[in-house]
């Protein structure tokens, strides 16, 4: 009982109740949208203008500024999945429900474009749209991955048991995880290894780094704004028969 | 930007322009798609509630 304090208890089932939850999704979505959009501004200027060429690549380079913030961020909204997965399995929270089946289109839209930009950086550089690699094998797997939770999702009528198998599904998928991350560095690919996640000394000059992290920040702002679009319209479907939809009908008429 | 040079990209012009476009055109599709549901949504049920009471 006083493992978490009564304050903290009541903050969770507050923010967790739909029509708080509702509320303060219409609330916040303008300052993410205003954030997101000055940090991709920011970004592209960096990444498309300010940066020079690469000194092997040229300017075909440039797509990284969209195929890594993008590939990043189709690892990260999986595991946000996977966890809202068990957090939904253990204490049956039916936010944690909503919030992983509507992150699941934002995280399949992430994983096509890791995807297709990387095939249309990979015709120039290695002569070839597509290669089996190890690379870019699994992150197709993700794709199927997403795919199948929002197949699978509404396959199902009840959608609380919809979202029960839904969550077991992205838990088991996780293990596909550490092995996108670390397919450069276990099987001999042709995909470049990391340049940026060597902390201790990236193998790219600031100048080229900064548009990256840019970039990387403002997809996980559109990421915030676009899965609390979901979850709006996700909530209203499931509860459209309660009493605070009717008031909240009753308020726009 | 009136630059032709920066729109030619070095010669790589469709491939980089082509990946910015695929992009952003998923990125904005998965962000208005459920903002239309939820009007739609809301319209009906609007309908049903009016239809209920009177």
Redesign the interface.
């Known amino acids: 009982m006083a493992f978490f304090p009564a304050s903290w208890t009541r903050f969770f089932h507050q923010t967790a109740s739909p029509p708080y939850f509702y509320a303060l999704a219409s609330k916040l979505s303008p300052w993410l949208g205003g954030i997101c959009l000055a940090l991709l501004a920011a970004g592209l200027y960096g990444g498309?203008?300010l940066a020079p060429?690469d000194y092997q690549q040229?300017?075909?380079y440039?797509?990284i500024y969209?195929?890594v913030p993008?590939a990043w961020m189709s690892l990260f909204v999986y595991v946000l999945m996977a966890v809202m997965g068990g957090i939904a399995l253990i204490w049956r929270m039916k936010l944690a429900e909503v919030m992983l089946i509507s992150s699941a289109?934002?995280g399949a839209?992430f994983t096509?474009?890791a995807l297709?930009?990387g095939s249309?950086?990979g015709?120039?550089m290695w002569g070839a749209w597509w290669v089996w690699d190890a690379r870019l094998t699994s992150e197709l797997i993700l794709l199927f991955l997403y795919l199948g939770v929002i197949s699978l999702y509404g396959a199902i009528e009840d959608k609380r048991n919809a979202a029960r198998a839904v969550s077991i599904l992205a838990l088991v998928g996780v293990v596909n995880i550490p092995i996108i991350h670390y397919s450069v560095e276990w099987w001999n690919t042709l995909h470049q290894g990391p340049t940026v996640t060597k902390l201790d000394k990236p193998s790219i000059h600031i100048s080229m780094l900064t548009p990256l992290l840019l970039m990387a920040l403002a997809f996980k702002f559109?990421y915030a704004?676009?899965v609390l679009?979901?979850a709006?319209?996700e909530l209203?479907?499931r509860e459209?028969g309660a009493q605070w939809?009717?008031n909240?009908?009753?308020a726009?008429? | 930007?009136n630059n032709p040079d920066?729109w030619a990209?070095?010669?790589?012009a469709f491939?980089?322009w082509?990946?910015?476009g695929?992009?952003f055109a998923?990125?904005l599709?998965?962000?208005i798609s459920?903002?239309l549901?939820?009007k739609n949504?809301?319209r009906r049920?609007?309908v049903k509630?009016?239809r209920e009471t009177s």
């Open positions: 498309l203008y060429p040229g300017d075909s440039r797509i969209v195929h993008a289109p934002i839209g096509f474009i297709v930009t249309l950086w015709k120039p559109y704004l676009a679009q979901n709006k319209l209203l479907r459209s939809v009717k909240l009908l009753g726009k008429t | 930007m920066f990209m070095g010669g790589y491939y980089v082509t990946s910015y695929i992009t998923v990125l599709w998965n962000l459920p903002v549901q939820r949504l809301l049920l609007t509630q009016k």
